[in-house]
């Protein structure tokens, strides 16, 4: 049995920093923002299946939210603005995030990697569902990462946090209109607001 270094290489995710052209009061990584987009993905899921008639498998949508962007560990992060610059560059980035999804799925064992590729190229119906979930995960979180700069006296996330809201409330998912008006607002409140009983409903 051969020694894998996957799970050495996921470990860095946390030392993968975001927002990398912008200056942060709060810094964060690719690590934390996983966890954050996962549950949030998770929440989704289960307010789709619960109030809108969905059948996703909000298990499935977790454990794929998680590696969302495991790839970064060898990728980095590259700044949205350079990401969607061009479709020259667009293309290019996607490629190389492929040849670092199985640059990774190559470090596992063998019989292992059937498990994990559906995680890193999913092809199938039910994953279009589940990565429709996770890409408005996505920008939700990011939209909670801009309100929390601009809390904190922090101007240079205001366009970021204009452009991701239009985009969220143009979402056609109901799930995440719900989620916006039922768990967002109470995001930016201070502990002590929170501590209160009447602080949300």
Known sequence: MNNSAFFAYLTRLRWITRWGLMRNANPENVMEHSWEVAVIAHTLALIKNRYFGGQVDANAVTTAALYHDVTEVITGDLPTPIKYHSTAIQQAYKAIEQQAAQALLKLLPEDLQTDFQ???????????????????????????????????????????????????????????????????PACGLTLDQLMKPDAVG
């Open 118 to 184: 559906p995680l890193f190229s999913p092809q199938d119906a039910a994953s279009a569902e589940r990565d429709a979930l996770i890409k408005m995960a996505d920008k939700i979180s990011a939209y909670l990462k801009c309100k929390a700069e601009l809390q904190a006296g922090n101007q240079e996330y205001s366009s970021a946090a204009e452009e991701l809201l239009k985009k969220i409330q143009n979402s056609p998912l109901p799930e995440v209109d719900y989620f916006m008006k039922v768990f967002a």
